[in-house]
């Protein structure tokens, strides 16, 4: 280990966020405080759970605390905590460098607009660095618990480029914030300031904090907290704003969350749970790597972050706080995974975030921006749970042909409320995007009849639609399948009767397109559109194949199943066509038009549109109409 003082460069990453920060978050500077006192009161939490295997780290110093001393005369305010201290190496790796992946592309998104931009970098949690928004130089001075006075180290930073890291002697163990404030916000070395900044962010802290003015004549210490962890008091005893600012604490969050509950588990299992429904999701949520979970505490005793045993992957956007009386305190991640109480914990609780969910839904607003935020998430709990379908069905919403638009607010049963008396389905389409599913020709009949389709487009759905199968009884139906079961309807027969000269109008078709389809049927669904692709009830459909494609995967061969529409006058055009080869051009391009129409990709684009052009020119022979 090296004595002498060093100086080092900040992460490309924490150079560009000082940045920003100081920038972007400016008239909200305040929460500096919030952000070191809860750095302060994690340490303590650390010390605490480490203590329990190595008492000895607390020493003769077994009180955890936190003291805030402010300073006028030399405009300072330093944050001390009595926790588990960093060494040289953890100030340098935790202060110098950024360890959550994916923060160069976070940071990438950032636009200048500053209201957008402290919106981004709320969410993904700003921590120590804010200090620099007050202040102009920061000392760090740290002890790790365990390590000798003479291996403490100050690290020292203006927020620019580098930082400069030193040994230093130190009695104390644990870690001294001290900001240098800048010129104009001399109020943060103000006593009642600050006494009333702790009230407002710090108060629910499970550790005493307390203020100190320094040099001020009979300057006192006193405590300014309550000092008793927030999940730990009665529900009829916080406020909203407790609440609130909890969840601040907790999840470094910037924005206020949507909701939260808050319970008390008694009996055989005993355990509180704090769980918040965030108001935006992380930046990171895609990333199946990224850390996610709840804070466990034992019997009040900090454990661990991110435990991700209590909630499935598909509610990893919840926050919060289980603190359990019955799981041993040195219980670990793989004793937590085969700790038989831990089912029944994971059940309880999972239930418990889809019912806040569902009262939640009562209030529309909040609900929307849930689901606009977390509906694709939520969505992967019908593939993955299939204990709560129905509460996951009731909880989801969809853009549908009743609504106009592509917002997603309509649920199961807004829809099965308009549906026809005799509708015993639950009509679907898949497509690429909003705008090719509401065009699409498949749903053209069941459209003019005022049956209402829900209109799905995220990756997803395909999936969602197959786990959940049905709904309220009723079969969940995609309208690109061969077999489409629709509602009768008096001229349904007419309609679905073959004159002879259909039957071979379909047979001629068949021939010229038989490299390309499996079979040429008269459809049920059109009505504007000539014809369309449907896929053969045992095959993929075409949305998951272009996704499984993407993807790398090999898949076998299949050729979908061609509809044509008897009566549009493109059809009657080529029923009349004698032209053996312009009957060709022309069954060719009804094909690529249904398959462009649906969203796929022409094997041979540049043979469409010489096919077209010769077709439109007149000649048929401009395009070798065999398509590989
Ligand atoms: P976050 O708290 O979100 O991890 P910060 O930037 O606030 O991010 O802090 C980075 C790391 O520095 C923390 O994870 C912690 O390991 C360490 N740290 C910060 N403040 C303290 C402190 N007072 N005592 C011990 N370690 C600290």
């Given at each position: 280990m090296s004595d002498k003082r060093e100086t080092l460069g900040f992460q490309t990453e924490v150079r560009q966020l000082l940045q920003l920060m100081i920038h972007s978050l400016y008239s909200n500077k305040e929460i500096f405080l919030r952000e070191l006192i809860s750095n302060a009161s994690d340490a303590a939490d650390k010390l605490r759970f480490e203590a329990l295997a190595s008492?000895?780290?607390l020493a003769d110093d077994t009180e955890l605390g936190i003291s805030i001393e402010v300073d006028k005369t030399a405009r300072t305010l330093s944050v001390i905590d009595n926790g588990i201290g960093m060494s040289r190496e953890e100030l340098i790796d935790n202060l110098g460098?950024?360890?959550?992946?994916?923060t160069a592309e976070f940071l990438q998104q950032?636009?200048?607009d500053t209201q957008h931009d402290a919106n981004l970098i709320g969410q993904f949690g700003v921590g120590?660095?804010?200090?620099?928004i007050v202040a102009d130089k920061v000392s760090v001075e740290s002890r790790r618990a365990g390590?000798?006075?003479?291996a403490a180290v100050r690290w020292e930073s203006e927020g620019e480029g580098e930082f400069t890291i030193e040994n230093i002697e130190r009695e104390e163990r644990g870690t001294r914030v001290i900001l240098h404030l800048?010129?104009?916000?001399?109020?943060?070395?103000?006593s009642y300031r600050i006494e009333s900044l702790i009230r407002k962010y710090?108060?629910?802290?499970g550790f005493p904090v307390s203020l100190t003015a320094v040099g001020e004549e009979d300057a006192e210490t006193k405590v300014?907290?309550?000092?008793?962890?927030?999940?730990?008091?009665s529900r009829s005893e916080i406020s909203e704003d407790e609440y609130k600012e909890f969840y601040k604490h907790l999840s470094h969050d910037f924005a206020d969350p949507l909701t939260w509950s808050h319970n008390r588990v008694e009996g055989k299992r005993e355990y509180t749970s704090l769980l918040y429904i965030p108001s935006a999701a992380p930046?990171?949520?895609?990333?199946?790597?990224a850390p996610r979970g709840l804070k466990l505490y034992v019997q009040r005793v900090f454990i661990m972050d991110?435990?991700?045993?209590?909630?499935?992957l598909y509610l990893r956007f919840v926050k919060g706080v289980v603190d359990s009386?019955?799981?041993?305190?040195?219980?670990?991640r793989e004793l937590l995974q085969q700790n038989p109480d831990l089912t029944a914990m994971r059940g309880a609780l999972t239930r418990r975030v889809l019912d806040t969910l569902k009262k939640m839904a009562g209030q529309k607003d909040d609900y929307q921006k849930f689901w606009g935020e977390f509906g694709q998430v939520l969505k992967e709990g019908l593939v993955e749970d299939n204990a709560n379908k129905d509460k996951l069905a009731k909880l989801l919403r969809f853009a549908t042909t009743?609504?106009?638009?592509?917002?997603?607010?309509?649920?199961l049963d807004d829809y099965l409320e308009r549906a026809?008396?005799?509708?015993d389905k639950i009509y679907y389409i898949l497509g690429e995007s909003y705008a090719t599913a509401v065009a699409s020709p498949h749903i053209e009949q069941l459209r003019s009849r005022g049956i209402e389709i829900l209109l799905l487009t995220d990756r997803i759905d395909a999936w969602l639609a197959e786990s959940l199968a049905e709904y309220e009884g009723k079969a969940l139906v995609?309208?690109?399948?061969?077999?489409l079961d629709m509602p009768e309807q008096s001229d349904d027969k007419a309609q679905g009767e073959l004159n002879d000269e259909h039957k071979s109008l379909l047979e001629k078709i068949q021939d010229v397109l038989s490299e390309r389809v499996e079979a040429v049927n008269v459809s049920?669904?059109?009505?504007?559109?000539p014809a369309c692709v449907v896929a053969s009830d045992q095959d993929l459909n075409p949305q998951v194949r272009r996704m499984l494609e993407a993807s790398g995967q090999a898949l076998p061969e299949s050729k979908p199943i061609l509809e044509i529409n008897v009566h549009h006058p493109l059809v009657t055009r080529l029923s009349d066509e004698v032209d053996a080869g312009r009957f060709e051009s022309l069954s060719n391009i009804v094909l690529d038009h249904a398959l462009l129409a649906e969203g796929s990709q022409l094997e041979n684009p540049a043979e469409y549109v010489q096919r077209v052009n010769a077709f439109i020119l007149g000649s048929d022979s401009g395009a070798d109409n065999e398509q590989s």
């Amino acid at each position: 280990m090296s004595d002498k003082r060093e100086t080092l460069g900040f992460q490309t990453e924490v150079r560009q966020l000082l940045q920003l920060m100081i920038h972007s978050l400016y008239s909200n500077k305040e929460i500096f405080l919030r952000e070191l006192i809860s750095n302060a009161s994690d340490a303590a939490d650390k010390l605490r759970f480490e203590a329990l295997a190595s008492p000895e780290l607390l020493a003769d110093d077994t009180e955890l605390g936190i003291s805030i001393e402010v300073d006028k005369t030399a405009r300072t305010l330093s944050v001390i905590d009595n926790g588990i201290g960093m060494s040289r190496e953890e100030l340098i790796d935790n202060l110098g460098t950024i360890a959550k992946s994916g923060t160069a592309e976070f940071l990438q998104q950032m636009t200048g607009d500053t209201q957008h931009d402290a919106n981004l970098i709320g969410q993904f949690g700003v921590g120590f660095y804010s200090a620099f928004i007050v202040a102009d130089k920061v000392s760090v001075e740290s002890r790790r618990a365990g390590n000798s006075a003479d291996a403490a180290v100050r690290w020292e930073s203006e927020g620019e480029g580098e930082f400069t890291i030193e040994n230093i002697e130190r009695e104390e163990r644990g870690t001294r914030v001290i900001l240098h404030l800048k010129e104009d916000e001399s109020e943060f070395a103000e006593s009642y300031r600050i006494e009333s900044l702790i009230r407002k962010y710090s108060d629910h802290i499970g550790f005493p904090v307390s203020l100190t003015a320094v040099g001020e004549e009979d300057a006192e210490t006193k405590v300014v907290n309550s000092a008793t962890a927030l999940w730990t008091r009665s529900r009829s005893e916080i406020s909203e704003d407790e609440y609130k600012e909890f969840y601040k604490h907790l999840s470094h969050d910037f924005a206020d969350p949507l909701t939260w509950s808050h319970n008390r588990v008694e009996g055989k299992r005993e355990y509180t749970s704090l769980l918040y429904i965030p108001s935006a999701a992380p930046f990171d949520m895609w990333n199946r790597e990224a850390p996610r979970g709840l804070k466990l505490y034992v019997q009040r005793v900090f454990i661990m972050d991110d435990a991700e045993q209590f909630l499935p992957l598909y509610l990893r956007f919840v926050k919060g706080v289980v603190d359990s009386s019955d799981l041993p305190l040195n219980v670990s991640r793989e004793l937590l995974q085969q700790n038989p109480d831990l089912t029944a914990m994971r059940g309880a609780l999972t239930r418990r975030v889809l019912d806040t969910l569902k009262k939640m839904a009562g209030q529309k607003d909040d609900y929307q921006k849930f689901w606009g935020e977390f509906g694709q998430v939520l969505k992967e709990g019908l593939v993955e749970d299939n204990a709560n379908k129905d509460k996951l069905a009731k909880l989801l919403r969809f853009a549908t042909t009743h609504n106009g638009n592509d917002t997603q607010d309509q649920s199961l049963d807004d829809y099965l409320e308009r549906a026809k008396d005799d509708q015993d389905k639950i009509y679907y389409i898949l497509g690429e995007s909003y705008a090719t599913a509401v065009a699409s020709p498949h749903i053209e009949q069941l459209r003019s009849r005022g049956i209402e389709i829900l209109l799905l487009t995220d990756r997803i759905d395909a999936w969602l639609a197959e786990s959940l199968a049905e709904y309220e009884g009723k079969a969940l139906v995609d309208v690109a399948r061969e077999a489409l079961d629709m509602p009768e309807q008096s001229d349904d027969k007419a309609q679905g009767e073959l004159n002879d000269e259909h039957k071979s109008l379909l047979e001629k078709i068949q021939d010229v397109l038989s490299e390309r389809v499996e079979a040429v049927n008269v459809s049920r669904r059109l009505v504007d559109s000539p014809a369309c692709v449907v896929a053969s009830d045992q095959d993929l459909n075409p949305q998951v194949r272009r996704m499984l494609e993407a993807s790398g995967q090999a898949l076998p061969e299949s050729k979908p199943i061609l509809e044509i529409n008897v009566h549009h006058p493109l059809v009657t055009r080529l029923s009349d066509e004698v032209d053996a080869g312009r009957f060709e051009s022309l069954s060719n391009i009804v094909l690529d038009h249904a398959l462009l129409a649906e969203g796929s990709q022409l094997e041979n684009p540049a043979e469409y549109v010489q096919r077209v052009n010769a077709f439109i020119l007149g000649s048929d022979s401009g395009a070798d109409n065999e398509q590989s």
